[in-house]
């Protein structure tokens, strides 16, 4: 199992980034996928997740209207567009997803892209 995240970067208060996970090693559409950060000094937190059919999202409080997460089944490729970015989104931001192969189950998490907004 791989994913891969981009499209992270500096962007100033009031912009906007796309993130994407590329992933593979695992059937994509299905499963939910994830996306999670972790500022400095915090604890991770999760941002929001789209079921397998892109049918069920849910978002942090804090993203809520702002964010909007989405996926591409085709591509194994799932989005995260960042709009009204703010200083307190400054994070490293991961693709996860639980993921059962074989008898085994267990969360996995890509290396991560960073997120810093600021002026």
């Known amino acids: 199992v791989q994913l891969v995240e981009s499209g992270g970067g500096l962007v100033q208060p009031g912009g906007s980034l796309r993130l994407s996970c590329v992933t593979s090693g695992f059937t994509f559409n299905s499963y939910t996928m994830r996306w999670s950060r972790q500022a400095p000094g915090k604890e991770r937190e999760l941002v929001a997740a789209?079921?397998?059919?892109?049918?069920?999202?849910n978002y942090a409080m804090s993203v809520k209207g702002r964010f909007t997460i989405s996926r591409d089944n085709a591509k194994s490729t799932v989005y995260l567009q960042m709009n009204s970015l703010k200083p307190e989104d400054t994070a490293l931001y991961y693709c996860?997803?639980?993921?059962?192969?074989?008898?085994?189950?267990?969360?996995?998490w890509g290396r991560g892209t960073q997120v810093t907004v600021s002026s």
């Open positions: 789209i079921s397998s059919d892109g049918g069920t999202i």
């Open positions: 996860n997803a639980y993921v059962i192969l074989g008898a085994l189950g267990r969360m996995y």
